[in-house]
């Protein structure tokens, strides 16, 4: 299995800047695979929250893009703890005895994908020809930002798997019960329909 946190970054990026051409889907094997689910939810995400904060596509398209925040946000949260099942099951973190990181490699991988969005979309603002000269240098800046940001990410999701790997840190799988989406745990949904919260 390929728990490389530089192959993951690249991963990312190439995906990015492919489904921005193609009709987005996740073909990897093994732990990619996971990578690339979580990463398509996070890229669907990325454009159904773009598409919510518009006001000329009528009520209904931003009353269905809220939907699929909800449905994307919950699977990528699914995603996430099964990266970390498959690395507790492959590195045996030690339960005890060394510190504990409070973030997982699931949770980083998960930022990794955000930032590779970020990095892509950014990007595009500081090359728009249609833009400000203003704008574009504002947005190179905080381009170069976020490259650093993936940078010492990447760099910090190695050193934790290193440390995982040799003994002298650990961590668990952090489940994230998201309450919202359960009709048995939403109040807004088992009391509009009391059969659901049986």
């Known amino acids: 299995m390929q728990f490389n946190p530089d192959e993951i970054s690249q991963l990312q990026s190439h995906l990015t800047a492919r489904w921005h051409i193609e009709s987005p889907a996740a073909s990897g094997t093994e732990f990619l695979q996971l990578v690339e689910e979580n990463h398509l939810r996070n890229f669907q995400l990325w454009h159904e929250e773009d598409i919510a904060r518009r006001d000329d596509l009528g009520s209904e398209r931003v009353h269905q893009a809220k939907r699929a925040i909800d449905r994307f946000n919950q699977q990528r949260n699914n995603f996430i703890e099964e990266m970390d099942k498959v690395l507790v099951a492959a590195l045996q973190p030690k339960e005890a005895g060394v510190p504990r990181n409070s973030e997982t490699p699931g949770m980083m991988?998960?930022?990794?994908?955000?930032?590779?969005?970020?990095?892509?979309?950014?990007?595009?603002?500081?090359?728009?020809?249609?833009?400000?000269?203003?704008?574009?240098?504002?947005?190179?800046?905080?381009?170069?930002?976020?490259?650093?940001?993936?940078a010492d990410l990447t760099q910090c999701l190695g050193d934790l798997l290193t440390e995982v790997a040799s003994g002298t840190k650990t961590f668990a799988v952090y489940y994230q019960f998201k309450m919202y989406n359960d009709p048995a745990l939403n109040p807004q949904l088992y009391l509009a329909n009391p059969t659901a919260g049986k």
Do not use: P, Y
């Open 109 to 150: 991988i998960d930022r990794l994908s955000i930032l590779s969005l970020k990095e892509f979309h950014m990007n595009e603002e500081a090359v728009r020809e249609d833009a400000s000269e203003n704008h574009r240098a504002t947005c190179g800046e905080k381009l170069a930002r976020i490259i650093r940001q993936r």
